[in-house]
């Protein structure tokens, strides 16, 4: 799983507990709005029925008094005000009608209420228990509504306690699952990052970090452990390169060794002829130890980036048979075959630079040819490219390691420890090949030979 993906996973959890709990709030708030205003409604309906029994009563009261003190003062207020009061709770309370049972109910008060008020002195007490029952009847019917929409609301409540309950914990729950993930899938892994780092500056070359959590994370983990292992290979091949460097300097120097030292003790002055063959051998040591050094330190400028090239038009022809020509008395056993065509070949190019390439490959082929046999160099012009082709019928290269011997201080595993070298000339060879625009490529087969090709851009006139 990728890291975007978890945390996307991880936001939509909290986004989903968050919009639940907004949710919850949301319907626990309307709720509770409802009931309290279904138990305002009943509290105001059984106050407009206690006004109205209250009214009536009243409006008795009035009227016995005005019966009873005709030639008074008269009661405290009009019996017609008496009757707009009964009227005005009558009309009140039929306000509050919302079911079919409180319609009845509130029509029999209606009508008891008003039979009360058109009927005469001597049947007005019958009419008025009549028309307080039919009141208290509603008052009732409200009160019992009321007790109905307070257990409601206490049900709500409990609804809403359970139900944010329910929430806090799956929040929390929700919050604990993200950070429990983030630290498995994320700081732990992280951990393991750093501490393999801090392992491996602190000389722990074996370091390594496991490939778990997310697909970025394993990414990581990854590339380190391929940087580890190409560290751990480049050191291990700098350590075989300077056990190289080593051997091949010791061999050249111990023949010098040797032969100055065969002059110095000669008894007499030996005859010109066995001076001239040390002198010979010395010279083709000190050419060995100056391709050495000169392999060193042309490596040395291309990883400084100091690679320089001074381009000029060259005629590839002439400079392959001076090459071929400088190393036919190098070896006897071999036979060196040239094959160029018969007009100059154009190029725009480094001479020095392109004569170095031809003698690291033309070099190789001889040295890695130890029984003799037959080297060719073959140079072929083609529409847009000059190609050199440079074969051998030596000890061949394993498929496998095509590209691997172009790399600095790589041999191929098929090298005799006696071929000397360090591993350095093809990769020169490539860098400069490459800086001129071209390439080198290799084809070969073990026990049978190798086919180095240099491919160049042809110059146009």
């Known amino acids: 799983m990728r890291l ?24 626990m708030s309307t ?27 009243l409006l008795q009261v009035v009227q016995e008094f005005a019966s009873i003190h005709a030639s008074d003062k008269g009661p405290p207020i009009s019996i017609d005000e008496a009757h707009r009061r009964v009227s005005e709770q009558l009309q009140q309370v039929g306000q509050y009608a919302n079911t079919a049972q409180e319609q009845a109910l509130i029509a029999n008060a209606r009508n008891k209420v008003e039979t009360y008020l058109r009927a005469p002195a ?46 806090a914990i799956g929040i929390v729950t929700g919050a604990a699952l993200v950070l429990a993930v983030t630290r498995t899938r994320l700081y732990l892994p992280l951990l393991s990052i750093r501490q393999a780092l801090a392992a491996f500056k602190s000389g722990q070359r074996e370091s390594r970090v496991a490939q778990v959590g997310p697909l970025e994370l394993r990414e990581v983990a990854a590339e380190f452990n391929d940087m580890a292992d190409t ?64 392999d060193l330190l042309e490596q040395t400028r291309i990883e400084a980036g100091n690679l320089e090239l001074r381009l000029e038009d060259t005629d590839l022809r002439v400079l392959v048979t001076d090459v071929v020509e400088l190393h036919r008395p190098s070896s006897q056993q071999h036979q060196l075959e040239l094959s160029v065509p018969d007009r100059p070949v154009p190029v725009h190019g480094d001479p020095t630079r392109l004569t170095q390439v031809l003698t690291n490959l033309l070099s190789n082929a001889i040295k890695y040819s130890p029984r003799g046999g037959r080297v060719r160099v073959l140079l072929e012009q083609a529409q847009d490219e000059v190609m050199i082709s440079v074969s051998d019928e030596g000890v061949g290269i394993p498929p496998d390691e095509y590209e691997r011997i172009f790399e600095p201080f790589r041999r191929s595993k098929g090298s005799s420890a006696e071929i000397p070298g360090i591993g350095l000339g093809l990769s020169v060879s490539r860098r400069i090949v490459r800086a001129h625009g071209g390439n080198i490529e290799v084809v070969s087969q073990e026990g049978v030979g190798s086919i180095f090709r240099v491919r160049l851009p042809l110059k146009h006139s």
């Not at 205003?37 to 209250?54: F, G, M, N, P």
């Not at 029952?133 to 709500?156: C, K, L, Q, W």
């Open 4 to 27: 975007r993906s978890l945390f996307l996973i991880g936001a939509g959890l909290l986004a989903l507990l968050s919009l639940g709990s907004a949710a919850g709030l949301f319907w």
């Open 31 to 57: 709720q509770f709005q409802s009931r309290t205003t279904d138990l305002s409604e009943s509290i105001e309906r059984v106050h407009s029925a206690e006004q109205l029994a209250h009214a009536l009563f």
């Open 122 to 167: 001597r049947e007005r007490l019958p009419t008025l228990r009549g028309a307080v029952e039919a009141t208290a009847a509603v008052s009732a019917s409200n009160i019992e509504r009321a007790r109905a929409v307070r257990d409601e609301a206490t049900r709500v409540s409990d609804a809403a306690m359970l139900i944010g309950g329910l929430l």
């Open 231 to 294: 560290l751990v290979s480049q050191d291990t091949r700098h350590l075989q390169f300077l056990a190289g460097v080593a051997h091949d300097l010791r061999t050249p120097l111990n023949a010098l060794k040797l032969s100055a030292q065969i002059l110095l003790r000669a008894p007499a002055p030996p005859p010109p002829e066995k001076v001239r063959e040390s002198l010979v051998r010395i010279s083709a040591q000190l050419d060995r130890l100056d391709r050495m050094v000169g």
